[in-house]
């Protein structure tokens, strides 16, 4: 025993890797021929451990089962080792019938015919005599009726009715049925042979740290399976060996003695070197199961995983369905072969559900996930056997005959050396394995086989993946592989124990070529950013007057970048979405597949980066917005004059005719209207929107399904939605919905039916009010509504009369320059303009710890009226040129300056006012801002649906995000107007 122990223990890992390791230069998977029991002759049996049919001896032919060699009728049995290893003799003349255990020969009794078996068969209700009480074979059979009260057994059968022959392992080993100073398990009877196996077998199956149970499993059969598997080659004991090394994890730990059922298993491997290997696979040695692929060295796994494309070449045509066709071999615990079974209908998938929802997981291109709650009562009761299962993926050889590709089996429960190898992400570090199974209720039964299992182990979550060779136009993929893990379930209460089960199948390409690219544009695209808000922020500069870089100009170069690479993002994460929703869906011989869901992680974190980036630009932009200095110059003139009499008396003295100041109000009214008006109708947006994305169907185009269907199928509730073909249908049908209806607000709208900002600036000549605004501390806008007609505070009829004389061209044009037309222009005035702006409404912004209080309360309104005076007074001076030190010229910009968007020349002496006809005004409105509206509201929508993955809720959320935005913009946008206008906020309706 110490010498067994001594001679594994100091093998070194390294030799051992060498001996397992396979040669240079040499195929590492081939292959396999696939082949029934039924494919068999009747002179062949199927060998479990090759998976072929191979030839019986001599005065042989197959078993009921196919899966061994028993004696032609007639013969007898001499010796047997299982399988093909038997030896068969010609019963004599004299006595040539066999008895039922096929050891001897016997003649049979008057009345008994000989079976197409070879054996006496006794009439109904007899059972046949082949040996005396005390065992010995007698020379003629007999027939006797039954009767349980006559001991006829020389060892009971397990039906206490019979006396059947001893183990031939008992009479090779003691010449007896008596197993003494001999090694007795499993009911077999074994010679003692230190130097072959252990003697001592390691029967506790841990399951966690501090779960353990002596397995009555391991107990019965792993010692009787491990020395039958090596002195006889027994086929179903290798086979069974093989499933308790699986009922283990595979696990493996070369630093202590192998007594447990893999290290058992590796011993045997090692030791039938001689007996060489199965169809060309190294690891797979005759008369054992397959359990590992050789070596747990670097490249091992690629090898496997990534060696060679499969056979099959791939398509997704419209009405031709590929599949992927799985078969397993299955094997109960015994390590019987039972059969091969195709792998649809459920056979791996534990939730129930119809035939065709679980069909179509093995549908080609279709990613498939399942996952359901399953009670451990109804597992306990469904699978109190344990099988096992050895996947194969099935398809046509060159020559036209059908042929099987292993599986290889990725155990995230696997440890390796006391490590979860397989739960590391880099492939290389991988133990790949072949055999698994679903629900093991055996292994944890302690008291006896017939017991309830203390621990129970499920396979939680199943996942078969599909890798696209790199950069092929041919369909070509690499053989997929599964990965499962298994979770350990101590029984306490069945009926209320539950546990989530998934299964799932994905599909993977290399998208490293396409992150290299996406990271390159995104590069690019920063780079153009960062100059756009290197230009914007000078620009900023220069118009607010200052000249030093500090804070503030940082923060707002941030600022401005953070706009730009909003802008970035969503132009590389739309054209990634729409790149895959316009090859994945129209492609027919695959060469695209969509990224998996760890792989969207990256393309997710770059919508939700847009999103916030462009959630600060918005809030930047609503800051200039609502933080705008703007007045309105009233150019009415006083009509004549007014008696008006001295309180207490005195002279009556006269005074200029008041001026109405409801045109004044009526027109920041309507400009308070304009400030949230837009080029698209947002609820004519939303419900377009979700016509076509849920009525006529598009959401269906999103589901991680190449075969492109509008309408709702069976698979939509198995088949999940990919992010970015949401992200691209979503994105795409918002931004077409809203550029077309901007273009038919810009065109036909606007033009036949009601432009409002144009209204607007005709309310602004006809009410002889111009508006000046300043979006920056000497930059801004001006809107000249001075009135050609001198007054507008007049009568109907008068006004009416204007009108017709302006119609007809009877009087002066409303251009701010004679002879022109053009009422808007940008400003970019003086430092001195603006002091002098400043300075004549800053008495407005006094507070009563600057100044002594006073004692009447109208005093503040008094100096809000002057103010309004003075600033009316001074603008329209400046705009008539009366002032002889603050004058303007008037120019066109140049083509680079409208292009970048920043004035070339600073005004020293003058003011600029630029000709404006594009109404660049409308940049401190919603009207101006589309674009950034836009973008906003398709980000908003898609990164909601991303969240919930519901275009109903998303559309409802963005309709109340955009109502939520709109009433702040107008509510502070209002309180902004009345204080820098001095209007009454009670006239703003």
Not at 371 to 387: F, G, H, M, N
Not at 966 to 976: D, E, M
Request: charged content about 20%.
């Amino acid at each position: 025993m110490a010498a067994a122990q001594l001679q594994f223990h100091w093998i070194p890992p390294a030799l051992l890797f060498l001996m397992l390791r396979p040669p240079l230069g040499h195929s590492v998977i081939h292959s396999v021929p696939f082949q029934n029991p039924q494919d068999c002759t009747k002179k062949q049996f199927f060998d479990i451990s090759r998976m072929a049919c191979r030839p019986c001896g001599a005065n042989q032919q197959t078993s009921p089962d196919g899966t061994s060699c028993i004696c032609q009728p007639g013969y007898k049995l001499i010796s047997n080792n299982g399988g093909p290893f038997i030896r068969c003799e010609k019963c004599p003349v004299t006595s040539p019938a066999v008895t039922q255990d096929g050891w001897s020969c016997i003649r049979c009794p008057s009345g008994a015919m000989i079976d197409h078996q070879g054996k006496c068969r006794c009439s109904v209700g007899h059972i046949k005599m082949e040996r005396s009480i005390n065992g010995a074979p007698l020379t003629v059979a007999q027939c006797e009726l039954c009767n349980a009260s006559k001991p006829s057994f020389s060892m009971p059968d397990p039906s206490a009715k019979l006396c059947i022959r001893c183990h031939n392992t008992f009479i090779k080993t003691t010449k007896s049925c008596d197993c003494k100073s001999s090694i007795l398990t499993g009911g077999l009877c074994f010679l003692a042979q230190p130097k072959a196996l252990t003697t001592s077998v390691a029967t506790n199956i841990i399951y966690a740290k501090n779960l353990k149970v002596i397995s009555a499993w391991f107990i019965s059969h792993l010692k009787a399976s491990a020395i039958a598997c090596l002195r006889f080659a027994n086929l179903t004991a290798c086979q069974a060996l093989g499933n308790m090394c699986v009922m283990t994890m595979n696990s493996l730990n070369i630093a202590t003695p192998p007594n447990d059922a893999c290290g058992l298993y590796q011993t045997i491997f090692k030791k039938t070197v001689h007996l060489g290997i199965v169809n060309s696979i190294n690891s797979w040695r005759k008369t054992l199961p397959w359990l590992y692929y050789i070596g747990h060295v670097d490249g091992v796994p690629l090898r496997i995983l990534r060696q060679e494309p499969f056979p099959t070449a791939f398509h997704f045509k419209p009405y031709e369905h590929m599949k992927l066709q799985f078969v397993i071999a299955k094997y109960d615990a015994r390590g019987h072969f039972l059969h091969w079974e195709k792998v649809t209908g459920g056979t791996l998938q534990l939730c129930p559900d119809t035939m065709t929802k679980l069909n179509i997981a093995y549908i080609f291109g279709i990613t498939y996930q399942q996952q359901c709650t399953l009670s451990v009562s109804t597992l306990l009761s469904k699978y109190r056997d344990i099988e096992f299962y050895d996947m194969y993926m099935l398809y046509i050889g060159e020559n036209g005959e059908e042929q099987l590709h292993p599986i290889a089996v990725r155990n995230l429960n696997l440890q390796y050396n006391g490590k979860f190898v397989n739960q590391a992400k880099t492939e290389n570090s991988w133990y790949l394995t072949r055999r698994f199974f679903l629900v093991d209720t055996l292994t944890g039964r302690e008291v006896h086989l017939n017991s309830q299992p203390k621990v129970i182990r499920v396979a939680k979550d199943i996942k078969i993946r599909v890798n696209l060779v790199p950069k092929t136009l041919q369909g070509n993929i690499f053989p997929p592989f599964l990965t499962i893990s298994y979770a350990n379930i101590k029984i306490q209460n069945p009926e209320e124990q539950t546990i989530p089960v998934s299964f799932s199948i994905e599909y993977e390409m290399d998208l490293t070529t396409a992150h290299q690219n996406t990271e390159i544009a995104l590069g690019f695209l920063s780079g153009v950013s960062t100059i756009n808000s290197v230009l914007k922020t000078t620009s900023w500069k220069r118009r607010i007057g200052s000249q030093m870089i500090d804070i503030p100009t940082i923060l707002k170069f941030l600022l401005f970048y953070a706009g730009d690479l909003a802008n970035t993002f969503f132009v590389v994460t739309f054209g990634t979405g729409f790149y895959w929703l316009t090859f994945f869906k129209g492609q027919q011989i695959v060469s695209v597949l969509l990224p998996t869901s760890s792989q969207e992680m990256y393309f997710i974190s770059c919508v939700v980066s847009a999103f916030a980036l462009k959630f600060l630009q918005l809030l930047h932009k609503l800051g200039i917005q609502l933080t705008v200095d703007i007045f309105f110059i009233d150019w009415e003139r006083p009509k004549g004059k007014i008696v008006k009499s001295i309180v207490r008396g005195g002279d009556i003295k006269t005074a200029p005719a008041p001026v109405s100041i409801w045109r004044t109000y009526f027109v920041a009214n309507e400009w308070n209207n304009i400030q949230t008006i837009r080029k698209i109708n947002p609820i004519f947006q939303i419900v377009v929107v979700i016509f076509i994305l849920e009525v006529v169907g598009f959401a269906n185009l999103t589901s991680m399904n190449p075969y492109s269907q509008l309408k709702r199928t069976a698979e939509s509730d198995v088949v999940p939605s990919s992010y970015i073909l949401r992200f691209g249908m979503a994105s795409t049908v918002w931004l077409t919905v809203g550029i077309i209806q901007v273009v038919f607000c810009a065109s036909i709208y606007e033009r036949f039916v009601e432009d409002r900002i144009s209204q607007f600036i005709d309310i602004c000549s006809i009410s002889n009010i111009s508006v000046m605004i300043f979006s920056h501390r000497c930059f801004g806008y001006y809107i000249h509504g001075r009135s050609v007609h001198g007054h507008a505070d007049t009568n109907m009829e008068e006004m009416n009369l204007n009108l017709k004389r302006e119609a007809e061209n009877l009087c002066g044009q409303r251009g701010l320059v004679p002879n022109t037309e053009i009422e808007t222009f940008q400003i970019f005035v003086t430092k001195k303009i603006r002091e002098q702006y400043d300075k004549i409404r800053e008495p407005i912004h006094w507070s009563n710890k600057f100044i002594q209080p006073m004692n009447n309360p109208e005093d503040a309104f008094v100096r809000r009226m002057k103010a309004y005076n003075t600033t009316n007074k001074f603008l329209s001076s400046f705009i008539d040129h009366a002032i002889r030190d603050m004058d303007y010229i008037v120019q066109d910009k140049l083509l680079l300056e409208r292009l970048i968007d920043m004035e070339l020349h600073e005004p020293t002496d003058k003011t600029i006012f630029y000709n404006d006809q594009h109404l660049a005004f409308t940049d401190i409105l919603y009207y101006g801002n589309e674009s950034t509206l836009l973008i906003f509201d398709t980000l908003f929508f898609c990164v909601v649906d991303l969240a919930a993955k519901n275009f109903i809720l998303a559309a409802f959320l963005t309709y109340i995000q955009q109502k939520v935005i709109q009433f702040i913009r107008v509510a502070v946008g209002r309180k902004n107007v009345a204080a820098k206008t001095l209007v009454d906020e009670r006239f703003l309706l």
